[in-house]
């Protein structure tokens, strides 16, 4: 059940994040233009989302999927409210407009990690330390 629903929270986070940035084009920092960013920030939301939420809806190899989704899709939607588009392209920043790296983009990446560490204790703490068995 456990490998069940990771798959399913992976698959979904794969979904969104493809339609977050070749659709939607919002752009993340990292590799692939922010796929794997995305990818890794909406796994971990969907998957902790998806076994706290009360299960509705369909299921899936006994997974409610449903709650998955809109869980990445809320997120999605936090991402793209906050996010910035990408710039259009064949515009280059002069020289004036190029910053020095700051402690800035430490502290991004610092909050980045330590949200991934709460969203992944928040799933692993539903699975050991508030486990309810399924009634019979």
Do not use: K
């Not at 752009?27 to 960013?37: M, N, S």
């Not at 299921?59 to 998955?68: K, P």
């Not at 809109?70 to 004036?96: K, M, N, R």
Request: aromatic share 14%; charged share 10%; hydrophobic share 65%.
């Amino acid at each position: 059940m456990i490998l069940v629903q990771i798959l399913m929270a992976f698959l979904v986070a794969l979904l969104v994040s493809a339609i977050l940035v070749w659709v939607v084009g919002r752009r993340g920092p990292g590799p692939l233009t922010g796929f794997l960013f995305f990818l890794v920030l909406l796994f971990f939301a969907v998957w902790a989302g998806g076994v706290w939420i009360e299960p509705i809806g369909p299921e899936v190899w006994g997974v409610s999927w449903l709650v998955m989704l809109v869980v990445g899709l809320l997120v999605a939607l936090i991402i793209v409210l906050v996010s910035p588009p990408a710039p259009p392209p064949g515009i280059a920043p002069d020289e004036e407009g190029v910053m020095e790296p700051s402690a800035a983009g430490w502290g991004c990446d610092l909050l980045f990690w330590i949200t991934i560490a709460v969203l992944m204790l928040a799933a692993v703490a539903r699975y050991t330390w508030f486990y309810e068995p399924p009634p019979p």
